[in-house]
């Protein structure tokens, strides 16, 4: 089945409710910066092969007639939003259907030109600016204890529900690991390759029967699990009280509550000795400034000869640097208070704060491009249900956006993803 990827192009019936989407019903005047932003998109076009359509007919951009199309449905709202912050604006005036994907245009295809061009698409003399510019992380999502579980709360306890309609069967929230080589339709099975996933984490943190096991970061509770048939005992924690309750009751449907112990626990209270710890795509919720209590964290709660088995999303080095002040879009709607880290800023973290090294590593940042595009389908496909839970036109192209930026990213190798193995080298 073909499913229809692109939002609706706006007008009344899908524009943002302004006590819903407060700012965002209303693009701001900024008629001078709106005035700078359209030069920029019309240069950075010139060598993008895609084409930008006006509603009067005029074409930007290096694209043919099979290249991804760019709809500017309101252009003047759209360089507004550009003009008023650059790095929110472009997917803000998504959510507001200012502009949208071409009829037959893959919204990932679309952005994928973007991703690969990304630090060149504004001209280097204006990204020496970006540091009197960029809007900064505001106080209030610094990830203290009581930061970090606000910052959560607003991600992961949208609603269980909302989860449950496009991810996969073992309601898993992080990259799957599919076969190296693709055969045929059957290797793209999204519930096995996240089982092949959570297999090559604990394989890495050798987790076996009698494994005292701490998971750092619950999700719903299907690595928890998934360690407990292997006949380790598991502790894990989380800070989001929706997973926890969902995850609790999973536990208990397998007849694993007396293996799986789920705690509502911030990893920085966590006490005791563990041969095992895992932790999936949680560094980038941490925060650079408590990288170093993340790690020293592990080093503290692991015992002698443990393994940690750790899953990071990453970035270059050199863009890790360029961004980590700055605020965008992604912290706005999607996850405040994260920040990706590169290989080099975890291998440094690592020796100036921990007795740990990376041992092994696995990377799998084709394999999130694929689990991505996977759940931009299953959102497609029930946005029905998930609308009866309260989440309107607005919402649906936020994520819309959100999962097909992160496709994008993947695609390209903007991002990446890695299965680590940590230990201590021996004495």
């Known amino acids: ?37 359209r030069p920029i998109v019309a240069r950075a076009l010139r060598r993008l092969p895609v084409r930008m359509v006006f509603p009067d007919g005029t074409t930007w951009g290096a ?39 071409g009829t037959g245009t893959d919204l990932a295809d679309l952005l994928t030109p973007f991703a690969e061009r990304l630090t060149h698409l504004v001209p280097q003399p204006l990204q020496k600016l970006r540091g009197f510019v960029d809007e900064r992380l505001p106080a209030h999502e610094e990830n203290t204890v009581p930061g970090a579980a606000s910052n959560i709360a607003r991600h992961y306890d949208l609603s269980n ?29 999204l519930e096995r390759a996240q089982l092949r996933k959570m297999d090559g984490v604990l394989d890495q943190a050798r987790v076996g029967p009698g494994t005292q096991m701490l998971e750092i970061g619950t999700g719903w509770g299907a690595l928890a699990l998934r360690a407990a048939q292997r006949g380790a005992l598991v502790t894990t924690v989380t800070i989001s009280a929706e997973q926890r309750r969902l995850a609790q009751r999973r536990v208990a449907e397998a007849g694993l509550s007396d293996r799986v112990e789920v705690r509502l626990q911030d990893y920085r209270q966590v006490t005791g000795e563990y041969d095992a710890i895992v932790s999936v795509e949680v560094i980038e919720a941490v925060g650079e400034r408590y990288w170093p209590t993340y790690f020293s964290s592990l080093d503290r709660l692991l ?5 940690v088995g750790l899953q990071a999303i990453t970035m270059a080095h050199e863009r890790m640097l360029a961004t980590r002040r700055s605020y965008g879009w992604i912290h706005k709607y999607i996850f405040p208070g994260g920040l990706i880290p590169s290989m080099t800023a975890i291998e440094h973290t690592l020796a100036n704060h921990t007795r740990l090294g990376v041992l092994e590593r696995r990377d799998l940042g084709w394999h999130y491009g694929q689990t991505l595009h996977q759940w931009r389908h299953r959102f497609a496909e029930a946005w029905n249900q998930i609308a009866t839970h309260g989440f309107d036109a607005t919402f649906r192209r936020m994520w819309e956006f959100y999962l097909a930026y992160c496709e994008a990213g993947f695609r390209t190798g903007y991002l990446g993803v890695s299965q680590l193995s940590l230990g201590r080298a021996p004495a």
Do not use: K, N
């Open 161 to 189: 529900d909302l989860f449950s309609h496009f991810l996969d069967p073992t309601m898993t929230y992080s990259a799957a690991l599919f076969p190296d080589t693709i055969r045929e339709a059957a290797d793209l099975d």
């Open 63 to 101: 694209g043919d007639a099979e290249s991804p199309v760019m709809l500017m449905v309101r252009p003047d709202a759209v360089f507004h939003r550009l003009g008023a912050d650059l790095r929110i604006g472009f997917g803000e005036a998504y959510m507001c259907g200012d502009w949208t994907a």
């Open 303 to 307: 015992a002698p000869g443990g393994r």
């Open 1 to 37: 089945m073909t499913v229809e990827l692109q939002s609706t192009a706006g007008g009344a019936a899908g524009d943002p409710t302004p006590q819903l989407w407060p700012g965002l019903a209303s693009p701001p005047r900024a008629p001078v910066h709106a005035s700078i932003a």
